[in-house]
């Protein structure tokens, strides 16, 4: 079994910044791609930055210089920066990780709980 667990959510004023944090734990031989998405309500949940395990990145148009994605592969663990952030954020974020499990030859896709990101004065 594989768990993700996020962190680092909470409330910030337009133009603030916070820096989510997710942990992947388990039955893990190896991970590829890590991302973040975000779910606002009404919407649908969209991808706001991917990384491979190379350090590729990939970022949607509207975070672009605002938002950096990093990971730490020894922990398993991946890192969204945000700045300057703008009411339009605010949502669920949501990390995932493309998963190989010990002892299977196969990938898939993990997420975790979820976490609130508020902007708001």
């Known amino acids: 079994q594989v768990q993700l667990v996020e962190s680092g959510g909470g409330l910030v004023q337009p133009g603030g910044s916070l820096r989510l944090s997710c942990a992947a734990s388990?039955?893990?031989?190896?991970?590829?791609?890590m991302g973040w998405y975000r779910q606002a309500p009404g919407k649908q949940r969209e991808l706001v930055a991917a990384?491979?395990?190379?350090?590729?990145?990939n970022y949607a148009d509207s975070v672009k210089g605002r938002f950096t994605i990093s990971r730490d592969n020894a922990k398993n663990t991946v890192y969204l920066q945000m700045n300057n952030l703008k009411p339009e954020d605010t949502a669920v974020y949501y990390c995932?990780?493309?998963?190989?499990?010990?002892?299977?030859?196969?990938?898939?896709?993990?997420w975790g709980q979820g976490t609130q990101v508020t902007v708001s004065s």
């Open positions: 995932n990780a493309d998963v190989t499990p010990i002892g299977r030859s196969y990938r898939d896709m993990y």
């Open positions: 388990g039955s893990i031989f190896s991970i590829n791609a």
């Open positions: 990384i491979t395990s190379g350090g590729s990145t």
